[in-house]
């Protein structure tokens, strides 16, 4: 199974509002390596569009600029597949400037799935997901946190709680980077 063969898939990386080590609400700060890996693991697996979600002016300007230095000029034809994967990077300054962007894109407003480090009781499987995925006729999100995780606010619209990733011990704080790469493989993996 792909992204391409079910409902539409996007990605988005939420850098507000997110918890910091105290649980404040924060806006974190965008890194380029996040930038850069997410975009090429929702490439690498069919995803339609990656959102960089922050409200902060100059956080949204310097995505942009990392963004257009792989997608234009010497940065373009220096590395094609690093200007493939930017190119379906969007920065948005809320999760709801997301929203109504893919409900103007696909003609409905996406479903919303949330991941994080820690399981809920109305939590969805991955299997349950594909299906829905598969079987659904709305866009689906998927939304990732920075920082300590997702505010409560945002697990209380989304839609689903995909379940978390587990390892074998109790240690479980994975890199968002690693979390996005390890969630589209076991949804858009071939097995």
């Given at each position: 199974?792909?992204?391409?063969?079910?409902?539409?898939?996007?990605?988005?990386?939420?850098?507000?509002?997110?918890?910091?080590?105290?649980?404040?609400?924060?806006?974190?700060?965008?890194?380029?390596?996040?930038?850069?890996?997410?975009?090429?693991?929702?490439?690498?697996?069919?995803?339609?569009?990656?959102?960089?979600?922050?409200?902060?002016?100059?956080?949204?300007?310097?995505?942009?600029?990392?963004?257009?230095?792989?997608?234009?000029?010497?940065?373009?034809?220096?590395?094609?597949?690093?200007?493939?994967?930017?190119?379906?990077?969007?920065?948005?300054?809320?999760?709801?400037?997301?929203?109504?962007?893919?409900?103007?894109?696909?003609?409905?407003?996406?479903?919303?799935?949330?991941?994080?480090?820690?399981?809920?009781?109305?939590?969805?499987?991955?299997?349950?997901?594909?299906?829905?995925?598969?079987?659904?006729?709305?866009?689906?999100?998927?939304?990732?946190?920075?920082?300590?995780?997702?505010?409560?606010?945002?697990f209380d619209r989304a839609?689903?709680?995909?379940?978390?990733?587990?390892?074998?011990?109790?240690?479980?704080?994975?890199?968002?980077?690693?979390?996005?790469?390890?969630?589209?493989?076991?949804?858009?993996?071939?097995?």
């Amino acid at each position: 199974m792909s992204a391409s063969t079910g409902a539409p898939v996007c990605i988005a990386l939420i850098h507000y509002p997110v918890y910091d080590k105290n649980r404040q609400v924060v806006a974190t700060a965008v890194t380029n390596l996040d930038l850069h890996d997410i975009a090429r693991a929702a490439k690498t697996f069919g995803l339609d569009r990656y959102y960089v979600v922050t409200p902060v002016r100059s956080q949204q300007a310097l995505s942009e600029r990392i963004a257009r230095h792989w997608q234009e000029g010497w940065g373009a034809t220096y590395n094609p597949k690093r200007k493939a994967a930017l190119d379906i990077m969007q920065v948005a300054e809320s999760l709801d400037a997301v929203v109504a962007d893919m409900a103007t894109r696909y003609g409905i407003a996406p479903k919303v799935v949330v991941t994080g480090a820690t399981a809920r009781d109305n939590g969805i499987t991955y299997a349950g997901l594909q299906r829905v995925i598969r079987e659904g006729d709305a866009p689906i999100l998927l939304l990732f946190g920075t920082g300590w995780g997702m505010t409560e606010e945002l697990f209380d619209r989304a839609d689903f709680i995909l379940d978390p990733i587990k390892g074998p011990g109790e240690y479980n704080h994975l890199s968002v980077r690693s979390a996005a790469a390890i969630v589209l493989d076991r949804l858009f993996g071939n097995r």
